[in-house]
């Protein structure tokens, strides 16, 4: 039976650290805030919303919705990001997507001010953690990925990753990441050959493709970790991620369930981007 690696206990240990580091910010004069910009009502969206909401009030940390119709022009869209960044009292932002395909998306990433891009949609961001550079911030699920190894004391350098995927999102962020802490990756994809036995030869295997349950008992060997951070529906509507749970997990040797894994996780790295964000803000005055 395969070691569950659920992020409940993460996020516990993460919160105290938190709190302490939010109160910290208050003293110094700064309340952390994060703007959340949202185009609609997908369920999606406001399901994360309202996680992230009880999340930062438990934690302290302020919340600022920006909420616009989901046809809005991309003027006001525009307007909207600019108007976060010459905002003193935000911290952090947020932003939904997949954006409506008559907003250039990449164009509104961009315009987000580094400082406050907390889940590293921007290219400047991306940039820095492709270079190993401290500015800016990883994209939040990536870094939720190695947070999760590292509570679990699961060693990193030395080993051979592999990482299905190749999104900006998650696959090459959290390959350069891994690579950052001397592990040996593979990134893999659709069009890879032989993905099974290059899988099942890997010690840590990164599931990052979308596709529900794609990946059975066939690509995974025994003892490996499997961080699986597909959020999926079958065709029955229940909640799952790209590997098949039941037939895997008798195999390896520990993984991430769906949901009560790497979901959680991400969400308070956000947070925890917003107050780092925050602390800048007050090491900048000092």
């Known amino acids: 039976m395969a070691k569950m690696l659920a992020g409940k206990e993460v996020v516990a240990s993460m919160a105290a650290d938190l709190r302490s580091r939010?109160?910290?910010c208050k003293a110094a004069g700064t309340d952390p805030a994060l703007a959340i910009v949202r185009l609609g009502e997908r369920p999606d969206d406001l399901s994360y919303e309202r996680?992230?909401?009880?999340?930062?009030?438990a934690l302290g940390i302020g919340i600022k919705p920006y909420v616009l119709e989901e046809f809005a022009p991309q003027q006001a869209l525009q307007a909207t990001i600019r108007s976060i960044n010459h905002d003193a009292t935000v911290h952090g932002c947020l932003l939904f997507r997949p954006l409506p395909s008559f907003i250039d998306e990449r164009a509104m990433c961009d315009l987000l001010?580094?400082?406050?891009?907390?889940?590293?949609?921007?290219?400047?961001s991306l940039a820095a953690v492709f270079a190993d550079s401290p500015k800016g911030f990883p994209p939040c699920t990536a870094a939720a990925?190695?947070?999760m190894l590292d509570h679990h004391g699961i060693p990193i350098a030395g080993k051979h990753v592999v990482v299905i995927g190749r999104s900006l999102v998650i696959g090459k962020p959290v390959?350069?990441?891994l690579l950052a802490r001397n592990a040996s990756v593979t990134i893999c994809h659709s069009k890879t050959e032989n993905l099974p036995?290059?899988?099942?030869?890997?010690?840590?295997?990164?599931?990052?493709?979308?596709r529900p349950r794609a990946f059975g008992p066939q690509y995974f060997s025994p003892g490996q970790t499997v961080l699986d951070v597909g959020i999926n529906f079958d065709t029955q509507g229940r909640l799952c991620g790209d590997v098949d749970f039941d037939a895997v997990e008798?195999?390896?040797g520990a993984i991430?369930?769906?949901p009560g894994g790497l979901g959680s996780v991400t969400t308070s790295i956000t947070m925890e981007h917003t107050v780092r964000a925050a602390e800048r803000v007050v090491e900048a005055r000092s």
């Open 256 to 258: 991430t369930p769906v």
């Open 250 to 252: 008798p195999i390896v």
């Open 51 to 57: 996680t992230a909401s009880k999340r930062a009030e």
């Open 175 to 177: 390959a350069m990441m």
């Open 197 to 210: 036995r290059i899988c099942k030869s890997a010690d840590i295997v990164v599931c990052a493709t979308g």
């Open 145 to 147: 990925c190695l947070r």
């Open 22 to 24: 939010v109160e910290a």
């Open 113 to 124: 001010d580094v400082r406050k891009d907390i889940d590293g949609v921007s290219m400047e």
